[in-house]
């Protein structure tokens, strides 16, 4: 059955934490989260362990091998609770450092059981294993040498499709990135920056990196106030930007802390009642209030959100889903996409400037003029 939204959101904040150490080398961490009753089952012929000292060992020895050398793709995980167990099927594609590249290896199966004690959750038995490829769909053994030849093949027809997919999303990742930066070269005065933002907004909706969609925070220290850029696809707000001032509620302190400590990789989880409090204060008591009413309405009737986060000198990107945070393949694009807004807010604080000083300089030659006209009059017309 499906645990509840609490259950769910405290394991998944353990697996990704154990996950994160397991992938960068953490073996205090890793170690943390294996249960006193742990066992472990791997993918490889000296991977059998029953006990937590035995795998903790092994991981020591080994994680030099892994560590910051591996990237998961193409994820999916699946959550189940049986008793007083808590099951994470988590299913990925596996890409590791070959040379000074990335280099697809193959499909990826974790099967996690959890089980809370007074610590919390903890790892009580993971297996991890890959599809054998020598066997034809529907097979369970591959029979014969001509099976495990045709097994070859179509491992490395696979391999290749993944990398030439890989290719292309790249491809059409860089071709995004490229009509944002095209138009924020095209801004020549700062009002243009709303238009950037509309264009950002439609890449990153159609790479579909979010199921939701996506925001601009900018943080104005000096003031206390948050300038949070929206753009939706039915153009009702196309796009506009609404200050929320302060820092009283406790979602919108963290953010200043994450833009503060310039964290990356973060992400918030509103579930529940702690999305319907925040929905509260900011469509009240902030210019958010001033969204349309049918929007208001469609955020307010979500039960959660996921709100994942890329920093910038100026602010944060924002990127919300429904039903879960970002991957880290995701993680990487949306740091791209804030480098290169973070570049196309310089511009426009360029042009801000730009634009004072032409003021100024108006100003001045008005006034200038203005002396120069009564300097023409005679000294005793002037009364």
């Not at 990925?92 to 996690?112: E, K, M, Q, S, V």
């Not at 993971?126 to 097994?151: C, M, R, V, W, Y």
């Not at 990153?204 to 753009?231: C, D, H, T, V």
Request: with cysteine.
């Amino acid at each position: 059955m499906k645990p509840t939204k609490k259950i769910e959101s405290e394991v998944l904040k353990v697996y990704d934490t154990w996950l994160y150490s397991y992938l960068n080398g953490d073996v205090e961490t890793y170690s943390k989260y294996l249960d006193d009753d742990y066992h472990f089952i791997g993918s490889t012929n000296n991977e059998e362990f029953l006990s937590r000292n035995d795998t903790s060992k092994f991981f020591a020895d080994t994680y030099e091998q892994l560590a910051g050398k591996c990237d998961l793709r193409k994820e999916t995980r699946i959550i189940e609770q049986f008793g007083e167990l808590v099951f994470i099927t988590h299913l990925f594609d596996g890409w590791f450092l070959n040379g000074p590249d990335l280099a697809y290896y193959g499909r990826f199966r974790f099967t996690n059981a959890l089980r809370k004690n007074q610590d919390g959750w903890r790892f009580i038995y993971q297996h991890f294993s890959t599809p054998d490829s020598k066997t034809e769909d529907g097979e369970t053994i591959a029979f014969n040498n001509l099976n495990e030849e045709n097994a070859q093949l179509r491992e490395a027809v696979k391999r290749r499709t993944v990398e030439l997919e890989q290719k292309n999303r790249e491809l059409q990742i860089e071709a995004a990135l490229e009509r944002v930066r095209a138009k924020s070269m095209e801004m020549y005065h700062s009002g243009d920056l709303k238009e950037v933002v509309a264009v950002l907004y439609e890449q990153i909706n159609r790479l579909k990196i979010a199921a939701w969609g996506s925001g601009i925070m900018i943080f104005n220290e000096p003031k206390n106030y948050q300038e949070l850029w929206l753009s939706t696809d039915d153009k009702d707000i196309h796009p506009s930007s609404y200050k929320i001032h302060g820092q009283e509620h406790r979602y919108i302190k963290e953010l200043w802390q994450i833009w503060k400590k310039q964290l990356e990789n973060q992400h918030i989880d509103l579930i529940g009642h702690i999305k319907e409090d925040y929905d509260n204060y900011v469509f009240t008591k902030t210019e958010l209030k001033n969204l349309p009413t049918k929007t208001i309405k469609a955020v307010r009737s979500m039960p959660d959100s996921y709100a994942s986060f890329a920093w910038m000198k100026c602010g944060l990107l924002t990127l919300y889903d429904a039903t879960s945070s970002l991957s880290e393949a995701s993680f990487v694009v949306m740091r791209r996409f804030a480098k290169v807004f973070d570049q196309a807010y310089t511009r426009f604080l360029d042009l801000q400037k730009a634009e004072a000083q032409a003021r100024e300089a108006q100003i001045e030659a008005a006034l200038e003029r203005v002396r120069s006209r009564l300097k023409s009059f005679p000294e005793h017309s002037i009364r």
